[in-house]
């Protein structure tokens, strides 16, 4: 019973990468590459050294945090589609507090504080528009991300801007404000750590407490859990603020420890992070390898790109394939 | 016997049809000549739609076959069946809200490709309609229609599908959803379709409704045909349908009331009209009346803790506290009351979640609790088909309504509010409830009871309220006819 019931469900979405992989590579065979070099290119970007490990792992910390964001509203029943606006937030508040702030070792803690925040408050504003104005949140927390990158734009051309160049890009954190790395030569900061905590932490929420239960409940059957004494409306909004709190999280640590800057140019961590949370099957401890395998096809991407000349948009299509097919194999069939 | 028989209009030879090795269906045999209305009467569960899903194309017989005029019906596809003349009226209507009725009807018709010609089917409605002495607005949108009208356009919808030569007509449980008065106009339309050559065939349970129309039944039980000919008595097919089961009943409570748990004092609103009665500890209320009489703004009023709802004895606390602490048998059982991907275990504490000991005070939940819990009312319950990993939704209709009656009923509730808790049920499992609420009232319990089948309301309980168009009257006997009269509205006699 458990084989059937818990255990196949959850190897689906390895399954699903393995096979997207499979489907690259024979592509990529048929147009004359030899496979085994694709992937041994691949091996080696992410894993030929500790310092390719550590940037991997980098790259995977901003895709976990705004994966768990998507996943914590979504589990609840919450459609906040709204992650890249939140994540755009938190790191626009963030860069804004690490550049008044006289920089101390506690700058970046309350940027991501700061970041944190104003993810929440972007989705509220999102699910408020959904609860008392009668917009979808499906729509209000689409367009709201069309807004936030104007915020960021503006701000960065405007408040933020680096008076130094003519670019549209703020002004550099400086050092001593900034997260430091874990291993020098990469921006492997403690976020990576504290996204796999939190990752932890979201699991343990979800099967160990009440709140979590609820969460589900709600997510499944909301008139039922009504009924049961729920209440709904006040878990939801909770969800709906945890997950915008994550999405900015994930912003903040990025201005923080990785970029130092923000320019206008488009980001897509926060969108990233739906697709992550659906590969991960909204299992907080499934998306961090859903999380790993999205920012590992980033980095080989653009080894295959540099090495074997093959477009780096081919890593982007096995992440489709791979969130396709997971979706395809009865996605809301035995959540739990 | 002079001249060639004309085959039967429709013929049903042997049908046989099971599910996960249970038969819902085993040999059936019957025929329906052309021109008549024709009953087929049975308990839920009896079979009777799977056979209408059969005739209607939707599910393949596994043996046997159906003709209509002689001619074979190719099984599983509704397709073939509406060439063959079959049109279909389900109990619950399949119409597009936003649309109009003529936008409807085309859809019915399935036409796929090509131009329609607006003007021409809404002529065709009007043209439909008028035969039956039906006035049909082709312009309406459905979503401004009430639920009679929304049955005729059903009706007319499945006749124009037919291109008008529709030659069987079926109709699952018209009446369910109809007023008193919609039954007295739907009776006389279906009975001019059968004199226009149609054969119409009726699935009911409502024995008076096949008294004023069918002159011919076929009585389904357990999947077989247990009787086929003229219509008999009421008490005969009564009998027929439930077997020799005997029916629940006398379960009604000896010993007096005691305080009072639910007070319902002059509530307004909603259709509802200045509505007052009282639930005392150990008698059951039960609520009779025709479904969209003002059930369901009278339950919502209850649960949602309106004004002059109070509930004396409970702790008020917020409505949420309250909630917990009702017994509440929701009407949807699977909407309304499981979660029915989630296990019985996580059903079962549902609603004690966060109380000692299934939690702590931190809300840090002790699952190794839950699990004996379940266990324990698994075993108490009698719910059978699955453990405590087993989804709900694993279980058949009658096993999660015990699951639902274990979570609710276990902890000895003051106040027990059920809403049709035997819907969909079996007489056995029909039985199994109305005993638990019975017991639960010998317990202590206060119950209101808002129940359509008023004979198993009669089985229980000590008190009939008539909800008839918004307002409540007390029965002034349990006699049944004079129940059945306030129902459908007559004046107190």
């Not at chain 1, 703020?170 to 404000?177: D, I, Q, R, T």
């Not at chain 2, 009351?337 to 979640?353: F, G, I, Q, T, W």
């Not at chain 2, 317990?443 to 009939?464: F, K, M, S, Y």
Request: neutral net charge; contains cysteine.
């Amino acid at each position: 019973m458990i084989a059937a019931r818990t255990v196949w469900p959850a190897l689906i979405p390895f399954a699903a990468a393995v096979a997207a992989l499979g489907l690259i590579l024979a592509g990529l065979t048929l147009v004359g590459y030899a496979p085994g070099e694709v992937l041994a290119t691949a091996w080696r970007g992410l894993a030929g050294s500790p310092l390719r490990l550590g940037i991997w792992a980098q790259e995977a910390t901003p895709l976990l945090l705004t994966g768990l964001a998507a996943g914590l509203a979504f589990r609840c029943g919450v459609l906040n589609v709204g992650t890249e606006g939140q994540y755009l937030m938190g790191a626009v508040t963030a860069l804004a507090v690490l550049l008044a702030l006289p920089p101390s070792v506690l700058s970046p803690w309350l940027a991501a504080l700061a970041g944190a925040g104003a993810g929440a408050l972007w989705c509220a504003l999102a699910y408020g528009l959904d609860r008392w104005r009668g917009v979808p949140l499906v729509l209000s927390a689409i367009l709201l991300n069309v807004v936030a990158a104007r915020v960021l734009g503006a701000l960065v051309e405007g408040p933020l801007h680096d008076p130094t160049t003519a670019a549209p890009q703020s002004a550099l954190v400086p050092e001593a404000a900034r997260l430091g790395a874990l291993l020098p030569g990469t921006a492997l900061t403690l976020a990576a750590p504290l996204a796999v905590a939190l990752a932890v932490a979201s699991w343990l929420v979800q099967r160990q407490t009440a709140l979590g239960f609820e969460f589900t409940v709600i997510g499944l059957n909301p008139v039922a859990g009504d009924l049961a004494g729920i209440p709904v409306e006040s878990r939801r909004r909770l969800a709906a603020l945890g997950s915008g709190a994550l999405a900015g999280l994930a912003g903040a640590f990025q201005v923080a420890g990785v970029t130092w800057f923000l320019s206008g140019d488009a980001q897509s961590y926060g969108y990233a992070g739906i697709a992550v949370a659906l590969l991960g099957r909204l299992h907080p401890l499934g998306m961090i390898p859903a999380a790993l395998f999205f920012a590992g096809l980033d980095i080989s991407g653009r080894q295959w790109e540099r090495r074997l000349g093959i477009p780096h948009d081919l890593g982007d299509v096995a992440k489709g394939a791979a969130v396709a097919l997971v979706l395809a194999a009865g996605f809301f069939r035995g959540r739990r | 016997m002079n001249g060639p028989v004309p085959p039967p209009r429709i013929a049903v030879a042997g049908v046989s049809k099971s599910y996960a090795g249970i038969p819902a269906l085993d040999g059936v045999d019957f025929q329906v000549p052309a021109g008549v209305v024709h009953g087929i009467l049975g308990e839920n569960g009896a079979g009777k739609s799977t056979l209408m899903k059969i005739l209607y194309g939707l599910v393949r017989p596994e043996s046997g076959y159906v003709r209509v005029d002689g001619v074979d019906l190719p099984g599983g596809s509704p397709a073939a069946a509406a060439r063959a003349g079959i049109g279909m009226v389900h109990q619950h209507f399949a119409l597009v809200d936003d649309l109009t009725v003529v936008d409807n009807c085309i859809l019915g018709a399935g036409r796929g490709l090509g131009l329609v010609d607006r003007a021409a089917w809404a002529a065709r409605i009007r043209q439909f309609a008028g035969r039956l002495q039906w006035t049909i607005d082709p312009q309406a949108r459905i979503a401004d229609l009430g639920v009679g009208q929304r049955q005729r356009v059903e009706i007319v919808k499945a006749l124009l599908a037919g291109g008008g030569q529709t030659r069987v007509l079926i109709l699952d449980e018209p009446t369910a959803v109809l007023t008193p008065q919609e039954v007295d106009e739907l009776i006389p339309a279906l009975e001019a379709l059968a004199a226009g050559g149609t054969t119409v065939l009726f699935i009911s349970h409502k024995l008076h409704e096949v008294e004023r129309l069918c002159p011919t039944v076929t009585i389904l039980r357990r999947g077989r045909v247990v009787y086929d000919g003229p219509r008999p008595e009421r008490d005969a097919m009564t009998r027929l349908m439930v077997g020799e089961v005997p029916p629940v009943l006398g379960l009604h409570a000896t010993a007096s009331p005691g305080e009072s748990r639910l007070e319902v004092r002059n509530l307004e609103g909603g259709g509802l009209h200045d509505l007052s009665f009282t639930v005392r500890a150990g008698e059951v209320v039960a609520v009779a009346g025709v479904d969209g009489n003002g059930q369901e703004p009278l339950i919502r009023a209850i649960l949602r803790d309106a004004r002059a709802v109070t509930t004396p004895g409970l702790a008020p606390e917020d409505r949420l506290g309250g909630i917990r602490r009702l017994g509440l048998i929701p009407d949807d059982r699977q909407h309304e009351a499981l979660v029915l991907p989630l296990s019985l275990r996580d059903n079962l504490v549902l609603k004690e979640h966060r109380r000692f000991p299934f939690a702590t005070s931190w809300g840090w939940l002790r699952l190794g609790r839950w699990r004996a819990h379940a266990v324990d009312l698994l075993t108490r319950y009698g719910v059978r088909g699955g453990g405590p990993d087993t989804p709900a939704q694993d279980l058949s209709g009658g096993n999660q309504q015990k699951v639902v009656i274990a979570r609710e009923l276990h902890r000895n509730p003051g106040l027990i509010i059920a809403v049709n808790p035997t819907r969909g049920l079996d007489l056995a499992a029909s039985a199994d409830v109305l005993r638990a609420l019975a017991a639960a009232r010998d317990a202590g319990a206060a119950v209101l009871l808002i129940h359509h089948d008023l004979e198993e309301l009669l089985a229980v309980a000590d008190r009939v309220l008539v909800l008839f168009g918004g307002r409540i009257r007390e029965a002034p006997s349990r006699e049944r006819s004079a129940i059945a009269g306030l129902m459908l509205g007559s004046p107190t006699p």
